[in-house]
């Protein structure tokens, strides 16, 4: 599991100093926002750290810097290893920090035409237009990685690695619930904490184990309330 790497929102300058209207200008600027050269670097270093991985599947935030680093660091991986694009694991949603908001699917497939989106179905963000306030709750991102772990029950590959995002991996190794979850639902995890930090690139790993096999129903999060 990846953390992104430097992107265009990361190298905006949005001090206190500045009027809201600017600040409110740079956001809508670095709307899911690519990578800078710096980004894409950082990206190509890990390209033969995650073949040593032999990967069987990748997976890929909806962020177009995460689609970015996936692309990159899986170049020196067998084309026959998919990569696939999950609104699960995209950044913890905040408003109106627009670099959270993902662009047009249409423009997405037609970026990154090796990428299989047929997981997403709408063209828009919905996700984040349909935010409740002004930021996604922790509950909420909790939901996602309740419903990415069931989708991960059902998968035939046993090594996967995921390009996603600061806050998620956050979530995911230091949430109390992500906890409860996993013992809920009889998901053995090897060790849950971040052994990297949470610097651009860096691997988390995580080793899980469905005790029911692959047909899993892992239960939704919110029942971990």
């Known amino acids: 599991m990846y953390k992104g790497t430097w992107g265009c929102n990361n190298s905006s300058i ?10 409110s200008i740079s956001l809508r600027i670095n709307s899911d926002s690519g990578l ?10 890990i390209q033969d750290h995650v073949m040593t991985l032999n990967p069987e599947l990748a997976v890929s935030s909806s962020m177009r810097r995460a689609l970015q680093t996936a692309t990159y660091a899986m170049k020196k991986v067998s084309d026959d290893v998919p990569i696939v694009c999950s609104e699960h694991v995209r950044e913890m949603m905040f408003k109106p920090a627009w670099y959270t908001k993902r662009d047009l699917l249409s423009k997405h497939k037609k970026q990154f035409p090796h990428v299989d989106f047929s ?7 919905s996700m984040f237009n349909n935010i409740d306030g002004t930021r996604e709750r922790s509950d909420d991102v909790v939901v996602r990685i309740a419903k990415f772990m069931k989708w991960l029950s059902r998968r035939k590959e046993k090594t996967i ?45 995580l080793t899980l184990e469905f005790s029911n096999g692959s047909n899993n129903d892992v239960k939704d999060g919110n029942s971990t309330s």
């Open 161 to 205: 690695v995921v390009f996603c995002h600061g806050f998620f991996i956050r979530i995911l190794f230091t949430e109390e619930k992500m906890k409860k979850l996993f013992e809920m639902n009889n998901i053995n995890v090897a060790d849950l904490s971040i052994k990297h930090g949470l610097k651009n690139c860096a691997m988390q790993e």
């Open 36 to 45: 800078t050269s710096t980004g894409i670097k950082q990206a190509q270093s």
């Open 14 to 23: 949005n001090s206190e100093s500045f009027c809201n209207k600017l600040f």
């Open 119 to 125: 997981a997403i179905e709408d063209e828009e963000d």
